[in-house]
């Protein structure tokens, strides 16, 4: 496999956890947010991965990787909690809050960072072999 294809991969993975870490980031940022321009809580969004098989990219070179093939929302049930005097309340006094666990997306957060990590490490491994490669072609 060639360097290059071993860096294309790397980049498309370190692409999609980029844009996880964006939407963890906003899953957090709102999970007190009980009213959204669409009404009614904010909704968990996840990206959802997809596997690149064997193939061509544009140039028509070889690739394989993965791409976010679509952000989600999230189909799990709003937190109900009763506070009468809050101003999203129903007429039971129940507010609905989002979907969202912090405690969860703070574990998909230190996941994603490991797994952006590890793809920078197979881009630096490469380059690493790569430049000794090199090294070893011009001894010889």
Do not use: C, W
């Not at 912090?102 to 920078?120: G, H, I, Q, W």
């Amino acid at each position: 496999m060639s360097f290059n294809r071993i860096n294309d991969i790397a980049a498309s993975g370190m692409a999609a956890q980029r844009l996880r870490v964006q939407l963890i980031a906003g899953n957090i940022a709102n999970s007190e947010t009980t009213r959204t321009e669409d009404g009614g809580p904010f909704k968990k969004k996840e990206a959802v991965f997809k596997v690149l098989p064997m193939g061509t990219n544009a140039l028509g070179q070889p690739f394989s990787g993965v791409r976010v093939a679509e952000v989600a929302t999230s189909k799990d049930p709003f937190i109900s909690k009763f506070e009468p005097n809050h101003p999203d309340a129903n007429a039971e006094g129940v507010v609905l809050y989002p979907n969202v666990s912090p405690v969860e997306e703070m574990v998909d957060l230190t996941e994603a960072s490991r797994a952006f990590e590890a793809n920078v490490a197979v881009v630096r491994a490469a380059r690493a072999m790569s430049l000794s490669a090199q090294d070893l072609l011009r001894v010889t």
